[in-house]
């Protein structure tokens, strides 16, 4: 999804937000997934928990498979698309919790070895914006 809301407008990530009270992770997944990307999915495993210390939130990614590939962008998207790896905007991700947690799949599955993945994210310095990943 290319974001159409602030912070970083106009940048990639992946379907994601807050979860709603009364609801569980994966029915806030699927519904911020429907909601950013007009997409049904059938939710699979946690795949990813990373802390995000400077920011005081910690972001749980699932696995999951689309439905159908009848998707689109919702309000807070400016466009949605599928990516082969090879194709991914690397520099153009919003988020270092996207661009880890892309990676992280990429390798794991290049080895047929998907497996909860967990770890740190930390900020170094804001100006330049740099963070240090520490995955356990």
Same mark, same amino acid.
């Given at each position: 999804?290319?974001?159409?809301?602030?912070?970083?407008?106009?940048?990639?990530?992946?379907?994601?937000?807050?979860?709603?009270?009364?609801?569980?992770? #994966? #029915?806030?997944?699927?519904?911020?997934?429907?909601?950013?990307?007009?997409?049904? !999915?059938?939710?699979?495993? &946690?795949?990813? &928990?990373?802390?995000? *210390?400077?920011?005081? #939130?910690?972001?749980?990614?699932? &696995? @999951?498979?689309? #439905? $159908? &590939?009848?998707?689109?962008?919702?309000?807070?998207?400016?466009? !949605?698309?599928?990516?082969?790896? @090879?194709?991914? *905007?690397?520099?153009?991700?919003?988020? *270092? !919790?996207?661009?880890?947690?892309?990676? +992280?799949?990429?390798?794991?599955?290049?080895?047929? @070895? +998907?497996?909860?993945? @967990?770890?740190?994210?930390?900020?170094? $310095?804001?100006? *330049?914006?740099?963070?240090?990943?520490? !995955?356990?």
């Amino acid at each position: 999804c290319r974001r159409a809301i602030e912070p970083r407008y106009g940048l990639w990530t992946l379907p994601a937000g807050f979860m709603e009270n009364g609801e569980t992770a #994966q #029915q806030g997944a699927a519904r911020e997934t429907w909601e950013e990307a007009q997409a049904r !999915v059938e939710m699979g495993e &946690l795949y990813t &928990l990373f802390n995000l *210390p400077h920011i005081d #939130q910690v972001y749980l990614l699932f &696995l @999951s498979r689309l #439905q $159908s &590939l009848d998707f689109g962008p919702g309000s807070e998207s400016l466009e !949605v698309a599928l990516f082969d790896e @090879s194709e991914i *905007p690397w520099d153009e991700l919003a988020f *270092p !919790v996207v661009k880890e947690t892309l990676k +992280l799949f990429f390798a794991d599955r290049s080895t047929d @070895s +998907l497996r909860l993945r @967990s770890g740190s994210i930390l900020r170094v $310095s804001e100006h *330049p914006r740099r963070y240090r990943t520490e !995955v356990f």
